[in-house]
């Protein structure tokens, strides 16, 4: 009997140009928005409440969570980081058209740049690739398109494989009017305004820096990751983790801090675009993350309300027993924009 050896990718498997394995299309269910909640007690209101949101985007079909949906889209990518060693950033990821319960959603993923590290001190050769990707939703939209840059293991760990890509051609700035455009124009934004009083866009203060009292602790950290169809399996296997233990998706961190800023800004319509995120230093279970929110800027819409961009800073306590030097570790840098009425 022949024995077939079934792993992912190392770095000199990537090519320049080519399309990865197509993962499977994932509809979105009542399952997912109950487990998202479940995991993250996301406060944000449109998704938690139906009839509310019919009111306000017309739609008879329930609003998905934009980070939901935006987890569920990078899960889709990591056909490319079976093995990969961290997720290094995300780039100009812009939600172009809302997301509902009942959407399928389909992603392709291209390689658009591959960079070896610098092999230090006879360590096993790594690289970074940038990967493009691209959703849409069943009737073939494109929801949304962004840039990622994993760093994987080279299979021979003294390979030069000479691949020296620019990284910076994944764009991390947003046009006005592509953010612009991505705002649904058929939602109420008023009614939403008139339904609850506390600080809408009006009140929002640029130069504001919000700090959250209010820490969570990382729990089923393994179950996100299957959930979302992630096969990386520094994930699933603290035998596979360059760390000696199991390493936290990103997009748990992130959905953490989404969660922790509507503390902050508890009427915020939607989160419509990443103008970077950078993952500074490894999460692990039982880590307790803790935020702080700063307001960088305001954009006025025509029709009122606006889009307000944010900076995210998200430590990790790791604990009485963890090193002094990384006991309250910065692991998430995250520029957002977020939509408000």
Known sequence: MQDILVEGPYFEDFKVGEFLEEAPSITLTDGHATTHQMLFGDRTRLPLDHH???????SNR????????????IGQTTYATQNVMGNLFYRGLVLKKPVYIGDTLSTK??????????????????????????????????????????????????????????????????????LMSAVPTAWNLNTFRQRFSGVHFDQVN????????????????????????NLAMTHTDAGASVYGKRLVYGGHTISMAAAQLIRALPNVVSILAWRHCNHIAPVFEEDILYSEISVIKKTPLD???????LHINVWADRGENAPKECKNDHVLDWGLVILMA
């Open 62 to 73: 329930p609003l998905a969570h934009s980070i939901m949906a935006m987890g569920f889209c």
């Open 206 to 229: 640029e130069n504001v820096c919000y700090k959250i009292k209010a820490r969570d602790t990382v729990t089923s950290a393994p179950e996100l990751t299957r959930l979302t169809l």
């Open 52 to 58: 509310l949101a019919t009111e306000v985007t017309g």
């Open 303 to 309: 029709s009122g309300g606006g889009l307000v961009d």
């Open 109 to 178: 993923t291209q390689i658009v740049a591959l960079r070896q590290n610098k092999i230090k001190g006879g360590r096993p050769s790594t690289g970074m690739v940038g990967l493009e990707i691209t959703t849409t939703n069943q009737r073939g939209e494109e929801i949304m398109r962004f840039w990622r840059c994993p760093m994987v293991p080279c299979r021979d760990p003294k390979t030069h494989t000479k691949h020296a890509d620019d990284l910076d051609i994944m764009p991390s700035d947003i046009p006005t009017e592509t």
